[in-house]
């Protein structure tokens, strides 16, 4: 271990980590990076084909996105923003409405994506408080989902993983059986499917639709499940069946956003539209911590009134509307505008599909390769005809990380799910490089199963 890392180990409590993991493998120091490649401070290279936890959108260190920080770093930094506004903040609003989901045109700003959940939560319950539906007091979101870490975020995911331990102290939502393709119970294939899974939706709404006040979900992937994929048609249908209970949809777009699914954003693969949406991740390239919760005209006048009615959302964060961040997610949508961006990834994204079929569809333990955009997640299973998973305990996917790291790719497995969620400016000559580093990783520690 070197000076940094006994100094890091020192002080800081890294996120998400079993801190005892770091005697074997402690911090890499990461100095400078360019576009997909992070540089340590010995002389390593790693290709980021997670986007830095799935934020990082255009690249590091994208040359358009550090000059629009620094111009507006050198007018303002931050202002408070209750009664006070800048440029910055309304220029991204007039741009987003442009690519956003007819009907979300009210802008709420917080500087994380579980804040933005949080918020659309609140913002949902309290509409519904003041709109006369008192008796509609619950949630509802999907089994294996994830929406934060916050305990009202918490609350509405189902990854035991994150859960378990606060459910004592959670809300009583009510979840979904999520659509589950890779087993699915029906029989089906998701390319072809009707969603038959969907009448579990109906029953629960049948249930408990009527004092529910909003349905979350993350559309088209679920992301911390392990990336699992399912149709636009689910939306559809949910956007339906919301609407017939009165039931606020709430989209969590934070990892689907701005490109990830191939569109930008994944319910416009549904042609429907949700009543809040949530994004963060890719809105600043991964640049700055921001999020918005956007809304409809609708849920907005319900807070509109005489102040001392009391129905104002008191709801703030201290860096809401922060103008760094703005500028940040400005350039983003200029550059996602100017230069195609997501036309060509979708060009690369069949690319890079087809080079991972080839290479991991075959191999022993691999029980499905599944992708959206340029997402792409390999499954591995103890049993390929059974789909019986691996035993957690075995750290397959953790094994295959350690591997990955020594050679330059870094990756971070779900589980035992091997995935890829690289910055949509990713080219093919990296597309084969990392590949060709996780089949190898993959094969040596699956000889050593
Ligand atoms: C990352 C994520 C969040 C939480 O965002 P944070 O900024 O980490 O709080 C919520 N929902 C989804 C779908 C995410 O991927």
Redesign the pocket.
């Known amino acids: 271990m070197n000076y940094w890392q006994e100094e890091d180990l020192k002080y800081i409590w890294h996120p998400c980590s079993q801190m005892k993991d770091y005697e074997d493998l402690p911090p890499i120091v990461i100095e400078k990076a360019q576009g997909i490649n992070l540089y340590d401070t010995v002389g390593n290279c790693y290709k980021d084909v997670v986007s830095s936890?799935?934020?990082n959108l255009l690249g590091h260190c994208n040359p358009r996105i550090n000059q629009a920080i620094k111009k507006q770093l050198d007018k303002l930094e931050h202002v408070i923003f209750a009664n006070f506004t800048h440029k910055t903040a309304i220029t991204l609003c007039q741009k987003l409405i442009e690519v956003l989901p007819k009907g979300l045109c009210k802008f709420n700003f917080a500087d994380?994506?579980?804040?933005?959940?949080e918020m659309a939560m609140k913002m949902s319950f309290q509409f519904h408080q003041q709109v006369g539906n008192t008796h509609k007091k619950r949630f509802m979101a999907l089994t294996d989902?994830?929406?934060?870490?916050?305990i009202g975020?918490l609350s509405v995911?189902a990854c035991d993983l994150y859960t378990e331990i606060y459910k004592p102290i959670l809300l009583d939502v009510e979840k979904v059986p999520a659509p589950d393709c890779f087993r699915c119970p029906y029989g089906k294939c998701r390319d072809n499917c009707a969603c038959e899974c969907f009448e579990k939706a109906e029953k629960t709404f049948e249930k408990y639709g009527n004092e529910a006040c909003a349905m979350l979900v993350?559309p088209l992937l679920?992301?911390?499940a392990g990336m699992k994929v399912y149709p636009a048609l689910y939306l559809t249908k949910l956007r339906t069946l919301c609407d017939k209970y009165n039931v606020h949809l709430i989209a969590?777009?934070?990892?689907?956003g701005y490109g990830r699914t191939g569109k930008m954003f994944a319910f416009d693969h549904a042609g429907v539209s949700p009543d809040i949406m949530?994004l963060?991740?890719g809105l600043t390239g991964g640049y700055m911590?921001m999020?918005i919760c956007v809304t409809t005209q609708e849920i907005y006048d319900a807070f509109y009134d005489d102040y001392n009615k009391g129905k104002a959302f008191m709801h703030s964060h201290t860096y809401a509307g922060n103008p760094l961040a703005c500028s940040a997610a400005i350039e983003v949508l200029n550059i996602l505008k100017d230069e195609n961006i997501i036309e060509k990834a979708n060009e690369n994204a069949k690319y890079f599909n087809q080079i991972i079929r080839d290479k991991f569809e075959n191999l022993p333990y691999v029980g499905e390769v599944r992708h959206i955009g340029l997402i792409n997640a390999i499954e591995l299973v103890k049993n390929k005809t059974t789909k019986e998973p691996f035993e957690s305990e075995l750290r397959v996917g953790y094994q295959i990380y350690k591997k990955a790291l020594k050679k330059g790719v870094l990756l971070r497995p779900l589980g035992n799910i091997i995935y890829f969620n690289p910055p949509l400016i990713i080219e093919r000559g990296d597309m084969d490089f990392v590949t060709d580093i996780s089949k190898e990783c993959m094969l040596e520690v699956i000889a050593s199963l």
């Open positions: 936890w799935w934020c994380n994506g579980s804040a933005a959940v989902a994830y929406h934060g870490e916050t975020a995911g993350e679920q992301g911390s969590d777009e934070i990892a689907t949530c963060s991740k911590p999020s």
